[in-house]
């Protein structure tokens, strides 16, 4: 038996259920990248809210290119098992907030339909860093900006809502972006300027863009996940996401229109997300990936594998403790070093199976919010910081393909600079003043012979 509305009654007896009547709310909320993660945080806040008595704020979900999701979902009525996983145990709920899942590519129209419609309020994004199209220098790539990117999406529905004279809407990026919610604004505001400025302008007026802090760690589902699912369900869900007890969603409160009351379920809406957005990219998000290119290197598979070897341990605990969160102010009231605490046990915890290779992948897109931010404001203050120097070298190496294959946009671009560049040339190349990657941090010669050592 399949997951879906008609067998709902049936799950299993510890299984939290949406216990609201989703047939009859109206979609509020479109979104675009409803993979894991989206469905293991903002629909899994969205589904609670609904359950205390919000209305109208399901989900139209999309996803650009592939059918898999959709496949996944629609069959199952949109409803799916998030599990929660740690050493005490699991827990299930089954969330109902999703109403349906788009296929851009195949439906183009629909999904612009939906963006268009009065209900619609909000539009959000977990399309991952590269979803965005930026150049190196952060600026929108027209030539990556094409017609299956979100910016086509956001041109078509919001043109036909100012001429069907409706509401502007709340773009709310939820991506791992440094200002993520400042950076769509710019993004999106090039992207128009370019093909349709008056549409640009009217969107300056009428769509906010706030800013958002997202976290909760959610590892790609398996297939032993799904089977795990299904014995707790007695049903097969297809959709199924595994994530940890944590969650955390801070948003600034600046929205268009109306918004889920999703402060009664646990996320904090405040005037300014900064300090806790550069708290989460530089120390939680910085020592993942220093723990994935440096763990592979010592050839682990999982997070709490690397976190747990005497060395790298060490390594992430003073990245976190003294580099990253030593490199920007706390807001009043954030306890960082309570925070690093928070996350090595976070990260520790044996029963998420989080692989490395995932975190690895798209490091050319991850790591300047990640790392070298860091290094640009400690550099300022006349600081080293040799782990983060070292998880570079650790980068440097896996880009060089001695983990194996390399998933990232820029793979083979970055390929070639090392093969022309070599050893000794390979960290101006990157990050020197014309360097391919950075224009946020230019090392000193201390800084490139550290590197160096570690390569
Ligand atoms: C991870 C993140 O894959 C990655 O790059 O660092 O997905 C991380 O698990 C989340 O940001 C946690 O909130």
């Known amino acids: 038996m399949r997951l879906s509305f008609a067998s709902l009654a049936q799950a299993g007896a510890g299984v939290q259920r949406c216990g609201y009547d989703r047939h009859g709310q109206r979609v509020g909320i479109v979104h675009f990248g409803i993979g894991a993660f989206h469905r293991a945080h903002q629909a899994w806040y969205t589904d609670l809210a609904m359950a205390a008595g919000e209305r109208d704020w399901m989900i139209s979900g999309v996803s650009l290119r592939s059918p898999d999701v959709a496949e996944q979902m629609n069959p199952q009525d949109g409803l799916y098992t998030v599990m929660e996983r740690s050493a005490a145990g699991v827990t299930l709920r089954i969330v109902g907030s999703v109403r349906e899942v788009l296929v851009a590519r195949r439906e183009p129209d629909a999904v612009v339909e939906r963006m268009a419609s009065a209900d619609t309020r909000i539009v959000s994004f977990t399309v991952t860093e590269k979803g965005y199209c930026r150049a190196p220098d952060g600026s929108l790539d027209l030539t990556l900006a094409g017609e299956d990117s979100i910016y086509r999406f956001l041109r078509d529905g919001l043109a036909r809502r100012r001429d069907a004279g409706l509401p502007g809407l709340t773009l709310l990026s939820c991506d791992n972006l440094a200002d993520n919610g400042q950076q769509l604004q710019r993004l999106v505001g090039e992207y128009l300027q370019s093909m349709d400025p008056e549409l640009g302008e009217w969107v300056h007026v009428h769509c906010t863009f706030p800013a958002t802090m997202i976290d909760r760690i959610v590892p790609a589902t398996t297939d032993a996940d799904r089977d795990a699912v299904a014995a707790e369900l007695g049903q097969r869900d297809e959709a199924t996401v595994v994530t940890e007890p944590f969650s955390q969603w801070v948003i600034e409160d600046r929205f268009a229109g109306d918004r889920p009351r999703w402060e009664d379920v646990g996320a904090q809406l405040v005037s300014d997300v900064a300090p806790y957005e ?100 400690q550099q300022r203050k006349g600081r080293s910081c040799p782990a983060i120097l070292a998880a570079l070298a650790g980068w440097l190496r896996h880009a060089r393909g001695d983990n194996g294959p390399v998933d990232d946009p820029r793979a083979a671009e970055i390929k070639a600079i090392w093969e022309a560049a070599g050893v000794a040339g390979i960290v101006p190349a990157l990050f020197g003043p014309d360097g391919a990657l950075s224009s946020i941090w230019t090392p000193t010669s201390e800084d490139t012979a550290a590197v160096i050592e570690g390569l």
């Open 278 to 377: 550069v708290a989460k990219l530089r120390m939680l998000n910085g020592a993942h990936s220093a723990l994935a290119y440096l763990g592979l290197g010592r050839g682990y598979t999982y997070v709490h594998e690397a976190v747990g070897d005497p060395v790298l341990g060490p390594m992430v605990e003073r990245l976190m403790r003294e580099e990253a969160a030593t490199s920007f102010e706390a807001a009043a009231g954030q306890d960082l070093q309570a925070y690093a605490a928070n996350l090595l046990a976070r990260f520790a915890n044996p029963a998420l199976q989080h692989r490395l290779i995932q975190i690895a992948m798209d490091g050319s897109q991850k790591i300047p919010q990640r790392w070298l931010g860091t290094l640009a404001a």
